[in-house]
C-alpha cells in the first residue's frame, strides 16, 4: 500500500513538473536573479567594511553547501543512466539539469567570493600558496565557467561532439569538489561527496564491464 502510494505520488510530482516546466524555469531564473542580488550585496558590504558583512559570511557558508547539493544533483541522472536505473525522479532532474546547474554555479560564486574574494580585494593576494584545500575550489570553479557559458540550446548546436566534451570536465570537477571538501575535515559534507565519488566511480566501471560483455 505505501508503495503504491509513494508511486502515484512520483508520477503527480512528475506530470506537475513537466505540465509547468515554463514555470518552473522561471522559478530557476528567479533564484539567479536574487543569487545574483546576494552576490552583489556580499561584494558591497565586504569592500566598504560595513559591520552588517558578519551576517553574509554565514550566507556564504551555506552557499557552498547549496552548491555541492546542486552539483550532486546534476550527476545523478548520469550515474543512474550508466547503472541502467530507470526513476522518474531521475528524470526530473534530467530535465532541469541545465538549469540546476547554473544554480550551482552562483552558488559556488557566492561561495568563494564571500570566503575568499573579499578578502583579496581588500587585502591583495597572499605572499604564499592558499591551503590546498582552496587551491582544489578554485580548480573546481574554474572548470565550471566553460560548463556554465555553454548551457544553452545555441552552444549545444552549435559546438556539436565538442559541447560534449567540454561538458565531460565534470568528471574532473567531482575529483576537485572532492578534495576541496574533504581536505577541510570529517564532516557530513565530507561524507556526501565521498559516496557521490564512489558511485560515480562504479558506475564507470559498471558502464565498461557491460560493454565489454556484450562485445564478448
Known sequence: MSNSNTESYVDRLFRFAVQHREH???????????????????????????????????????????????????????IGRRFHYRHKLISLLMIFRRYTGIAMFFFAFIHGVVERGIG?????????????????????????????????????????????????????????????????????????IGVTLTLQVASWINKFRTEKMRRN
Open 120 to 192: 583579496y580585494l581588500n587585502f591583495g593576494l597572499p605572499n604564499v600558496l592558499p591551503p590546498l584545500f582552496e587551491l582544489f575550489g578554485i580548480g573546481a570553479f574554474s572548470l565550471l565557467i566553460p560548463l556554465v557559458i555553454t548551457s544553452n540550446d545555441r552552444s549545444v548546436q552549435y559546438l556539436k561532439k565538442t559541447w560534449d566534451r567540454i561538458h565531460r570536465l565534470t568528471y574532473v570537477i567531482i575529483w576537485f569538489a572532492a578534495f576541496h571538501i574533504i581536505l577541510q575535515g570529517v564532516s557530513f559534507w565530507a561524507l556526501l
Open 24 to 78: 518552473i524555469i522561471i522559478f530557476f531564473k528567479l533564484l539567479y536573479s536574487v543569487e545574483l542580488a546576494i552576490l552583489t550585496t556580499s561584494v558591497y558590504l565586504g569592500l566598504t567594511n560595513n559591520p552588517s558583512f558578519m551576517y553574509v559570511v554565514s550566507i556564504g557558508r551555506r552557499a557552498g553547501d547549496m552548491a555541492l547539493l546542486a552539483y550532486i544533483a546534476t550527476v545523478i541522472p548520469g
